[in-house]
């Protein structure tokens, strides 16, 4: 068994990286890695859209999307890496609790300030599941979750309300 940063250093990275960028005067940008992103200004004369994947879906298919501007982003989900056995999914995100996947989500996505916490919320909201994890959301200001649970129900933070624009909803499956 192997334990790496992964879950924790890739939003640390993008914020790295954009702070870079804004020392050399740019103003508008993205920086991504992975599930983990954040964008500045704007793209043009238009804003960034992000949009919110699937959980079940294919990797171009999106249940939301929304214009932000100056925020990160970032998503936590059991279908990236993740295998099926006996009609249950295996996955990267493992609860402390049990030493097994978390099973209270399918898929996080955070919208926050910067991608440090938008990247350290996301895997937490996961494994708490969609009431603990919204409850825990609402502790930073400015920072806002869609979750898909378990059971395929969307929970919404209601900063999001207005702002995020519901696309479909996620296929079901295992």
Known sequence: ?????????KGYAVDRASTILR????LNFMVQAGGDL???????????????????GGPHDVIAKMPIKDHAFSTAG???RSFILGGKRYHHIIDP???????ASREVTVF??????ADGLDDAIFILGPE???????????????IVDAHNKVWMSPG??????????PTDGI
């Not at 609790?97 to 099973?103: K, L």
């Not at 999001?160 to 909803?169: D, F, I, M, P, S």
């Open 1 to 9: 068994m192997r334990l790496g940063l992964g879950g924790i250093a």
């Open 23 to 26: 020392a050399q005067g740019l």
């Open 78 to 80: 059991d279908y990236e």
């Open 160 to 169: 999001l309300e207005g702002h995020l624009l519901r696309t479909a909803e």
């Open 112 to 117: 926050a300030p910067n991608a440090f916490l």
């Open 97 to 103: 609790r049990t030493g097994y996947p978390a099973t």
């Open 38 to 56: 954040y964008v500045a200004g704007q793209k043009g004369d238009a804003s960034w859209m992000v949009g919110v994947r699937d959980p079940r």
């Open 132 to 146: 603990k994890g919204l409850a825990l959301c609402k502790e930073f200001p400015d920072t806002y979750a869609l």
